[in-house]
Protein backbone atom coordinates (compact mmCIF):
# COMPACT_ATOMS: atom_id res chain seq x y z
CA UNK A 1 0.00 0.00 0.00
CA UNK A 2 3.19 2.37 0.55
CA UNK A 3 4.34 1.73 -2.98
CA UNK A 4 0.66 3.14 -3.97
CA UNK A 5 0.43 6.26 -2.31
CA UNK A 6 4.38 6.83 -3.19
CA UNK A 7 3.16 6.43 -6.95
CA UNK A 8 0.78 8.92 -6.79
CA UNK A 9 2.69 11.21 -5.07
CA UNK A 10 4.51 11.12 -8.43
CA UNK A 11 2.31 12.07 -10.33
CA UNK A 12 2.64 15.39 -11.98
CA UNK A 13 -0.48 17.66 -12.49
CA UNK A 14 -0.64 20.14 -15.53
CA UNK A 15 0.55 23.32 -13.64
CA UNK A 16 3.27 21.35 -12.39
CA UNK A 17 3.77 21.04 -16.59
CA UNK A 18 3.59 24.72 -17.62
CA UNK A 19 6.14 26.07 -16.14
CA UNK A 20 9.93 28.14 -17.26
CA UNK A 21 11.23 25.07 -19.13
CA UNK A 22 7.98 24.45 -21.20
CA UNK A 23 8.13 28.02 -22.18
CA UNK A 24 12.07 27.75 -23.09
CA UNK A 25 11.14 24.92 -25.17
CA UNK A 26 8.44 26.64 -26.67
CA UNK A 27 10.20 29.81 -27.24
CA UNK A 28 12.62 27.56 -29.78
CA UNK A 29 9.91 26.51 -31.55
CA UNK A 30 8.07 29.90 -32.10
CA UNK A 31 10.32 31.56 -34.77
CA UNK A 32 10.20 29.66 -37.40
CA UNK A 33 12.05 31.97 -39.89
CA UNK A 34 15.50 31.50 -38.19
CA UNK A 35 18.03 33.29 -40.62
CA UNK A 36 21.48 32.41 -39.41
CA UNK A 37 21.86 28.32 -39.37
CA UNK A 38 25.13 28.71 -37.10
CA UNK A 39 23.81 30.95 -34.61
CA UNK A 40 23.42 29.66 -31.09
CA UNK A 41 19.89 29.56 -30.73
CA UNK A 42 19.61 27.62 -34.44
CA UNK A 43 22.43 24.99 -33.08
CA UNK A 44 20.25 24.56 -29.71
CA UNK A 45 16.49 24.05 -31.69
CA UNK A 46 18.89 21.23 -34.19
CA UNK A 47 20.09 19.21 -30.86
CA UNK A 48 16.44 20.01 -29.41
CA UNK A 49 14.88 17.85 -32.38
CA UNK A 50 17.86 15.14 -32.29
CA UNK A 51 17.16 14.88 -28.98
CA UNK A 52 13.33 14.36 -29.19
CA UNK A 53 14.05 12.07 -31.91
CA UNK A 54 16.03 9.69 -30.47
CA UNK A 55 15.61 9.89 -27.09
CA UNK A 56 12.09 9.80 -26.37
CA UNK A 57 9.45 7.04 -26.69
CA UNK A 58 7.01 7.11 -29.27
CA UNK A 59 4.11 8.27 -27.66
CA UNK A 60 6.01 11.28 -26.11
CA UNK A 61 7.80 12.10 -29.72
CA UNK A 62 3.74 12.19 -30.59
CA UNK A 63 2.69 14.06 -27.60
CA UNK A 64 5.30 16.65 -28.07
CA UNK A 65 4.60 17.11 -31.99
CA UNK A 66 0.70 17.80 -31.00
CA UNK A 67 1.54 20.27 -28.27
CA UNK A 68 4.61 22.20 -29.97
CA UNK A 69 4.12 22.05 -33.29
CA UNK A 70 0.59 21.55 -33.94
CA UNK A 71 -0.33 23.77 -31.00
CA UNK A 72 -2.89 21.54 -29.30
CA UNK A 73 -3.95 21.94 -25.85
CA UNK A 74 -3.37 18.61 -23.56
CA UNK A 75 -7.51 18.47 -23.08
CA UNK A 76 -7.32 18.26 -27.16
CA UNK A 77 -4.54 15.71 -27.51
CA UNK A 78 -6.09 13.63 -24.83
CA UNK A 79 -9.38 13.54 -27.13
CA UNK A 80 -7.18 12.60 -30.19
CA UNK A 81 -5.72 9.79 -28.59
CA UNK A 82 -8.24 8.60 -26.68
CA UNK A 83 -6.28 8.75 -23.26
CA UNK A 84 -6.94 11.31 -19.82
CA UNK A 85 -5.43 14.55 -19.83
CA UNK A 86 -3.78 13.57 -17.05
CA UNK A 87 -2.35 10.75 -18.81
CA UNK A 88 -0.93 13.21 -21.42
CA UNK A 89 0.39 15.65 -18.84
CA UNK A 90 2.52 12.85 -17.29
CA UNK A 91 3.78 11.92 -20.10
CA UNK A 92 4.99 15.38 -21.52
CA UNK A 93 6.48 15.73 -17.90
CA UNK A 94 8.81 12.93 -18.63
CA UNK A 95 9.52 13.59 -21.83
CA UNK A 96 10.19 17.10 -20.79
CA UNK A 97 12.44 16.30 -17.79
CA UNK A 98 14.13 13.39 -21.03
CA UNK A 99 15.31 16.36 -22.97
CA UNK A 100 16.00 18.68 -20.33
CA UNK A 101 18.13 15.98 -19.34
CA UNK A 102 20.14 15.49 -22.88
CA UNK A 103 20.34 19.43 -23.33
CA UNK A 104 21.95 20.01 -20.13
CA UNK A 105 24.53 17.30 -21.29
CA UNK A 106 25.13 19.02 -24.49
CA UNK A 107 25.25 22.67 -23.36
Request: avoid cysteine; glycine fraction near 2%.
Amino acid sequence: DNERIFKMSRRVSLPDFLGEEDSNINALFSDENETDKYSKRANVKRVLLRVIENELTERQKQIINLYYFKNMNIVSIAEKLGVSPASVSITMKRARNTIIKYMQYYF
